[in-house]
């Protein structure tokens, strides 16, 4: 069904970490000096699974990009002044190098019930002077 530790993803991941069972690459992450940083160097990995269909990969960008999209969400309801139309800057590794993660964001971000303006920042403080150029 593509769901079990047979999945390519699953596989390509156990061997990534040097672990061969769900349970030890959980351990293998978490048990690792920088879990963020072993994480973020699955990335590559899971995206081209996903690329490629696998399902596992599929569902983890699509849990990833509606996380972020609701991220969006609870940040701008903390807003005093909701602008019309909210200036969004996409910045890091996977969200500036990946279309594939690009897309799932746009397409979740579009569910929201406010109208978000995407600009894709490879450099995030420079981004943030750009948008705070824009904004007045």
Same mark, same amino acid.
């Given at each position: 069904?593509?769901?079990?530790?047979?999945? +390519?993803? /699953? !596989?390509?991941?156990? !061997?990534?970490? @040097?672990?061969? /069972?769900?349970?030890?690459? %959980? +351990?293998?992450?978490?048990?690792?000096?920088?879990? %963020? /940083? #072993?994480?973020?160097?699955?990335? $590559?990995?899971?995206?081209?699974?996903?690329?490629?269909?696998?399902?596992?990969?599929?569902?983890?960008?699509?849990?990833?990009?509606?996380?972020?999209?609701?991220?969006?969400?609870?940040?701008?309801? @903390? *807003? #005093?002044? *909701? $602008?019309?139309? *909210?200036?969004?800057?996409? /910045?890091?590794?996977?969200? #500036?190098?990946?279309? #594939?993660? !690009?897309?799932?964001?746009?397409?979740?971000?579009? @569910?929201?019930?406010?109208?978000?303006?995407?600009?894709?920042?490879?450099?995030?403080?420079?981004?943030?002077?750009?948008?705070?150029? !824009? +904004?007045?």
């Amino acid at each position: 069904d593509g769901y079990g530790v047979e999945a +390519s993803c /699953a !596989r390509l991941v156990g !061997r990534e970490l @040097k672990a061969d /069972a769900t349970q030890f690459v %959980r +351990s293998a992450i978490y048990g690792a000096d920088d879990p %963020r /940083a #072993t994480i973020a160097a699955l990335a $590559p990995i899971v995206i081209q699974q996903a690329e490629l269909g696998d399902a596992v990969a599929t569902e983890v960008v699509a849990q990833a990009a509606a996380k972020l999209a609701q991220l969006v969400t609870d940040v701008a309801g @903390k *807003l #005093t002044e *909701l $602008p019309t139309l *909210l200036p969004l800057a996409l /910045a890091g590794g996977v969200l #500036t190098h990946c279309e #594939t993660v !690009r897309q799932a964001v746009a397409k979740n971000l579009d @569910k929201l019930p406010l109208e978000v303006n995407l600009q894709l920042v490879p450099e995030p403080v420079a981004g943030c002077f750009v948008l705070a150029a !824009r +904004s007045g």
